[in-house]
């Protein structure tokens, strides 16, 4: 008689494991933590004193007054936490399968789309921690929102965080050429997060090229950045919402299609 | 009942035949060895029992759960110690036995027992908050084996666990998953190119190429011969490829 229940008590605890073994981990490499919370903070301090003085912002939702560029491109600094992060988890999922480790994961009775997104939640919350130790930092320096923004944050946070995972997911098991980080940066991380609203409004961008306009539109991450960058001022940005919500759908579909035995590129790798 | 029932499975890789129409059948608390060389479709009928990938022809059964329709319940009941090393490294032992038993949904309190259970039968008490980088390797294929029993499998897969050991700690893991068959009835399939692991009263099946060449006791297969003379001449490989 074996003594695994199915049932959702088992995925429960399942899913209890799986995040509290990805926190684990985490704590574990403080170097990683410590180079997920330098990046941003060398964009905040060094691009943003630089950029201040060049580029003027009128006053833009969410913002009811003029805003520092510090303050501007503080939420962008989130997603890019998270796009980094979801890219990281992902890959490191594509080395796993080369080793044992993945297989381990793989081998647990529960369904491959609830194992995979367990996996995902788990990156996320890792993540959520990273852009909660960056806004502290910056409140320092000067990027106060309001205090219960923190906390209208976090929803948007997790559904920023799913997305990009989610994409990361996607792509590590779809795209073979991708399996350095090297590879990463340039392809995706990069132009995802200068082709965006990350760093400059879109208006902005529309006085320079409508082509860049137009590519910063269809960029979802753009819609993750303003997802947080509304949330952190307790508003709610329905378009960018929207299209989040829909981009994780699409790239989880697809993660998960990657991902079973009997469709995706599982079946076909030898070894 | 079977623990393990393999019928007519086939599977390729591109235009490379892995596996040509291959059965088999490990019997509830049986020993059976899994005899080839390196390439014969070992680690292959290995991954298609634990569904990392689909079988493509034919059925796989494990306690009777066909892998492909049930997986959860089949996979429930099958444990599993790989050929390359799986435990997290930078974890401790006791970290790396609790992940795997929440994979399996496994409550705290049988965790803790379990944990308990297993560590100790493996001869591993004293390295349980060890990390596992500071582990001798049979040591750490001993606290795999530990870990692949958490959820009390009915079905344990080995793959060519020996291999990297030196002489003292491959007997010391023969002797304990022999030992865990008749403590626990748990059946095991033990694959290898080591005909030395093999005793003559177990079960063996030979793959080769793809392909099952003869499945018997390994005193039937050797006749009047060795189990190794056997074994060449049936594949037709040079001595020194064992």
């Known amino acids: 008689m074996s003594g695994t229940p199915l049932g959702w008590r088992g995925r429960m605890r399942a899913l209890y494991g799986i995040i509290w073994r990805e926190a684990l ?47 501007y491109v503080a939420p962008g600094l989130c997603a890019m936490i998270q796009l980094f992060n979801g890219m990281q988890s992902s890959l490191s999922m594509v080395y796993d399968r080369e080793t044992g480790a993945m297989r381990t994961f793989l081998v647990s009775p529960y369904p491959r789309w609830f194992l995979l997104s367990a996996k995902l939640l788990a990156g996320v919350v890792v993540s959520i921690l990273q852009v909660y130790a960056f806004l502290l930092v910056a409140w320092f320096w000067g990027v106060d ?17 799913l997305m990009l995972g989610a994409m990361g997911l996607f792509l590590s098991s779809t795209i073979r ?44 991450f753009t819609y993750a950045a303003e997802l947080i960058r509304f ?8 378009l960018a919402l929207a299209v989040v919500v829909g981009a994780t759908a699409v790239f989880m579909g697809g993660a998960i299609y990657a991902y079973d035995p009997s469709k995706g590129m599982l079946g076909r790798k030898s070894g | ?15 490379l035949k892995a596996l040509d129409h291959v059965s088999l059948a490990v019997g509830e608390g049986q020993f059976t060895a899994l005899l080839g060389i390196n390439g014969a479709g070992k680690t292959t009928l290995f991954s298609l029992i634990t ?60 965790t803790r027992a379990r944990t308990a259970e297993m560590i100790e039968r493996v001869g591993l008490s004293d390295k349980l908050d060890a990390r596992v980088s500071t582990l001798s390797g049979g040591q750490s294929r001993r606290a795999e084996i530990a870990r692949s029993l958490m959820h009390k499998p009915r079905l344990l897969l080995l793959d060519e666990a020996t291999v990297g050991l030196d002489v003292k700690s491959r007997l010391d893991v023969a002797e304990l998953v022999r030992g865990l068959i008749r403590d626990e009835g748990v059946a095991v399939l033990w694959a290898t190119h080591l005909l030395d692991e093999v005793q003559p009263q177990d079960n063996v099946a030979i793959l080769h190429q793809g392909k099952i060449l003869t499945a018997g006791t390994a005193r039937d297969i050797a006749g009047k011969s060795t189990l190794e003379q056997a074994f060449l001449s049936l594949t037709g490989v040079e001595e020194g490829v064992l």
């Open chain 1, 25 to 71: 981990r985490f704590a574990k490499q403080r170097e990683r933590f410590l180079s997920a919370l330098v990046r941003p903070l060398v964009w905040l301090f060094i691009f943003a004193a630089g950029f201040r003085s060049v580029l003027g912002l009128s006053i833009t939702p969410p913002y009811e007054t003029y805003v520092l560029y510090e303050v």
């Open chain 2, 51 to 110: 569904r990392l990938y689909d079988n493509i022809t034919g059925t796989i059964k494990v306690a009777g759960y066909d892998v492909r329709r049930q997986p959860g319940p089949a996979l429930a009941r099958l444990g599993i110690v790989f050929q390359t090393r799986s435990l997290d490294r930078d974890l401790t032992v006791r970290q790396n036995l609790f992940y795997h038993a929440a994979l399996h949904g496994m409550s705290r309190g049988d």
């Open chain 1, 231 to 238: 949330g952190l001022y307790g508003q709610i940005n329905w």
């Open chain 1, 145 to 161: 929102p309001p205090p219960l923004g923190y906390l209208t944050v976090l929803p948007a946070l997790v559904l920023s965080g």
């Open chain 2, 1 to 15: 009942m079977t623990a393990l029932e393999v019928s007519d499975v086939s599977h390729s890789f591109g235009k």
């Open chain 1, 177 to 220: 050429q991708l399996e350095n980080f090297a590879g990463v940066m340039n392809f995706v991380i990069f132009p995802m997060f200068f082709a965006s609203s990350a760093l400059y409004p879109l208006w902005r961008m529309k006085e320079s090229s409508i082509l860049l306009y137009d590519i910063c539109r269809y960029n979802p």
